[in-house]
């Protein structure tokens, strides 16, 4: 089996911060459910990174005008560069507490679902 074949790209190519993703580990999380289990555990994960990722840059963004125009942003299109773009701008060290907070949900989800 290749590394990415149980993550399904698809779902995953659905948000601005999917260069960000640890592939691996994800892949790793979700070889753990059977195939019948697999598009809902697909599904709650990107729903966990989503609620983390956007309460970790609602807590580090400085201004409610930032904290508007970002959320604007991801409402117009979730998927578009330009999200990332916005947030790589406004405020340095973004991507990596994206990075980090993809990582510790992933952890998280770890935990309490194995």
């Excluded at 059977?34 to 963004?61: H, M, P, Y």
């Amino acid at each position: 089996m290749k590394t990415l074949d149980l993550i399904n790209i698809d779902s995953f190519k659905q948000n601005y911060y999917k260069a960000l993703l640890p592939l691996e580990e994800i892949n790793a999380f979700l070889g753990q459910f059977e195939e019948r289990e697999l598009e809902a555990a697909t599904q709650s994960l990107i729903s966990l990174f989503d609620v983390a990722i956007t309460k970790t840059v609602l807590l580090n963004l400085d201004s409610v005008p930032e904290k508007q125009e970002f959320l604007r942003l991801a409402q117009d299109d979730y998927t578009s560069p330009a999200v990332l773009d916005f947030l790589i701008d406004t405020f340095p060290g973004s991507e990596e507490l994206i990075k980090q907070a993809l990582e510790r949900t992933l952890l998280s989800a770890k935990k309490a679902i194995l």
